[in-house]
């Protein structure tokens, strides 16, 4: 043969692929291992997959570029439709948050996108008037309302306990009372005497709006020149409004704390948290609720390492003190009584701190997880000495004694700690000894004292879930609303209602026999059936 000949390679004569099926197959085997380990979380599993995915399919890329399998022309012709085809995607999609809580990208074609909101029309009243006429006339409807007026509950610790909600949603199931579009947006609901509050993100305008709780009409809105957004997280407040005495007490995610009259929605005062103490925001915005703790509002800072807790004054928003040194993470504060004493509670980056109401001491600051992941659920109390405490992302949970010593020290001793509940952005609640909540998306049973999982099933991804009496009310992340049992003889899911038809991260409200639950594109309100 000439060694000048310049002639084309001739590809190799054709047999068994074995290169590319031996990738697969090692994709295959790291999937299944993957997949196999119990304790590993939804978000890591996820995304060594779509790692696995994209590295094997490169490899293979790369096998067919070299090989003389085939002929130079086939390659060439391959290669040039794989690049037409990233190319035609390009531009064609992009990403609208997050598929689910494993924060893998949505992908959605760029001539599908939300429209616009409709503009809030503020003198859209209810149709009907949420306050009684007259002392002697009560407004009827009020008969099956509680109030809510905070986040997560009455006492922030995920307990509704009343009514007795019927246990049968076949024979008597949930009724739809409204539903309407609603802006973006993390936050839940506060509701009290047919009023119910919440915010929204309105094109470049951070809302505060107050709607009736049975028709679902605008009663006012409030407006603040503001706008978060993250491409994960997507756009809007994520806090919950926090009522009081005739005031609502809002904080944004940009860091905007507001009080506002909250029958009429008139401003009172305003603090820009963040602005105000040179801190910067964190990663998925502020998410933490206003917390009113006797003549303050107390709220969370942002990602410089510095104070943590901010109080101001409720009725002027004059500063009273600003506590701790740790950057802020996404749960809100918690005021409650420990080893005999009235403190707040305040899951940080770094771990968990306890403070004196009256002036923001530090009475404790106990390390915990890690600071790299957000911690979103709310620190559990636990009788008169202890705070379970729970995440995602690989942190799981464990169980604190917290004592007061003489001379005013504090220490706090791990009792166990565990994988058996991981609650991401979940928080659980306690009853009979028992904390009930989502374990990486499944309902979980863990008991208290031992750290031992009783039981684990069901599949309601990056839920919400509330606990009423013996029951357990779930708003799974794809929108559905489910019922299920809190009983430590095993799971048992009672009901189910198709209810939001996209991604939901907020918590649902349960007001009497009223469910309000939202997203960030719709709300709605469900009457649930009641024990006679």
Known sequence: MNSNDTSPQKPRPCGVPWFPIIVVLLALAGGTAVNTRPELERNFAGWTMTALAILSSLVILLWFTFTRRFAGRTRALGLAGVVLLALGLRFSLHVDGTADGTGRPRLVWKWAGRPPLKALDATALAASPVHPPSATEPDPRLAGVQDVVQFFGTNRDGRVD?????????????????????????????????HAWTQEQRGEQECVTCYDLFTGALVWSHADPARFTQWQGGEGPRATPTVHDGKLYTYGATGLLNGLDAATGKALWQRAVLAENTSSNIEWGLSASPLVVDDLVVVTGGNTRGPVLF??????????????????????????????????????????????????????DHAWGSDKWPKASQPVVVGEDRVFLSGGYGMGCLLLKVEARPGGTWSATEVWRGMRMKTQFNSPALRDGHLYGLDDGRLACVDVATGERVWKDGNYASGQSLLVNDLIVIQNEGGSVHLCAAKVGGFEELGRAEALSSKTWNLPVLAGRYLLVRNDREALCLELPVMP
């Open 162 to 194: 009343a009514p007795r909600l019927a246990r049968d949603w076949k024979a008597a199931p949930p009724r739809e009372l409204w539903r309407h579009e609603i802006g973006g947006g993390w936050s839940s609901f506060a509701v009290v005497k047919g």
């Open 311 to 364: 109080a101001y004054r409720r009725d002027t928003g004059a500063p009273v003190w600003k506590a701790g040194d740790d950057r802020a993470s996404y749960a809100s504060p918690v005021l409650a009584t420990i080893a005999g004493r009235r403190v707040i509670l305040s899951n940080n980056a770094r771990g968990l701190s306890i403070h004196d109401p009256a002036t923001g001491a530090v009475l404790l």
